[in-house]
């Protein structure tokens, strides 16, 4: 494994940390013990993580492209919900219309700084002279995640609402992560067959 690979997992295992953290703080509990255990932890599991998808990666290139490409989504969706929860606090809004337009805002905002993650670090993509028409390909596979991230957001924050007497914003950020796991599988496959193949 190389410094860039140790760097982005810690920073992915810390971002899941600070998620957690802001998940259970609003839901107003007590976690004084298990503050250090989220901020040590999690880093150390995903950085873990990465080295089995390394050490596998050997015999199957795949899953090691799967695990990097993996922490760049946990990357991305901590700027996603980032930029969806400014939306939200700025607004006051977390559900309806305004709440679907926010998620592709903050989606797309991810998006931008995922391509260059992915083709660079995740695939190890060097070659420059095909950005334009790669960027457009990662751009069409990535407005199908959009698509797909969006309906599964919306479907769990306006069709189920919120469920187990969660708060309306915990839920709506409970939508926006299990969508992120629905996209991630669109994604992976379209980076790796459609936009970076050999």
Same mark, same amino acid.
């Not at 982005?8 to 802001?22: D, E």
């Not at 390394?54 to 991305?76: D, E, N, S």
């Not at 190890?124 to 960027?135: I, M």
């Given at each position: 494994?190389? =410094?860039?690979?140790?760097?982005?997992?810690? +920073?992915?295992? *810390?971002?899941?940390?600070?998620?957690?953290?802001?998940?259970?703080?609003?839901?107003?509990?007590?976690?004084? %013990?298990?503050? #250090?255990?989220?901020?040590?932890? =999690?880093?150390?599991?995903? =950085?873990?993580?990465?080295?089995?998808?390394?050490?596998?990666?050997?015999? %199957?290139?795949?899953? %090691?492209? +799967?695990?990097?490409?993996?922490?760049?989504?946990?990357?991305?969706?901590l700027?996603?919900?980032?930029?969806?929860?400014?939306?939200?606090?700025?607004?006051?809004?977390?559900?309806?219309?305004?709440?679907?337009?926010?998620?592709?805002?903050?989606? *797309?905002?991810?998006?931008?700084?995922?391509?260059?993650g992915?083709?660079?670090?995740?695939?190890e993509?060097?070659?420059?002279?095909?950005?334009?028409?790669?960027?457009?390909?990662?751009?069409?596979?990535?407005?199908?995640?959009?698509?797909?991230?969006?309906?599964?957001?919306?479907?769990?924050?306006?069709?189920?609402? #919120?469920?187990?007497?969660?708060?309306?914003?915990?839920?709506?950020?409970?939508?926006a992560?299990?969508?992120?796991?629905?996209?991630?599988?669109?994604?992976?496959?379209?980076?790796?067959?459609?936009?970076?193949?050999?």
């Amino acid at each position: 494994m190389k =410094l860039i690979d140790v760097i982005f997992a810690v +920073a992915a295992g *810390l971002g899941v940390a600070w998620l957690a953290f802001g998940l259970i703080i609003g839901q107003g509990i007590e976690i004084k %013990f298990l503050t #250090p255990v989220l901020f040590i932890l =999690l880093p150390l599991l995903s =950085l873990a993580g990465l080295w089995i998808g390394f050490l596998l990666g050997k015999k %199957f290139l795949w899953i %090691f492209q +799967a695990a990097k490409f993996l922490l760049m989504g946990v990357l991305a969706t901590l700027v996603d919900l980032a930029v969806l929860n400014l939306l939200i606090w700025v607004s006051g809004v977390a559900s309806g219309l305004a709440f679907s337009l926010f998620k592709g805002i903050s989606f *797309l905002a991810a998006m931008a700084g995922k391509y260059f993650g992915v083709k660079f670090w995740t695939f190890e993509k060097t070659d420059t002279s095909s950005v334009g028409t790669e960027f457009g390909k990662f751009l069409t596979v990535s407005v199908g995640g959009l698509i797909i991230n969006v309906i599964a957001a919306s479907f769990v924050v306006n069709t189920l609402g #919120p469920q187990f007497a969660i708060e309306e914003k915990v839920w709506a950020n409970i939508g926006a992560i299990l969508a992120a796991f629905v996209a991630f599988v669109w994604n992976f496959f379209g980076s790796k067959f459609i936009v970076f193949k050999k």
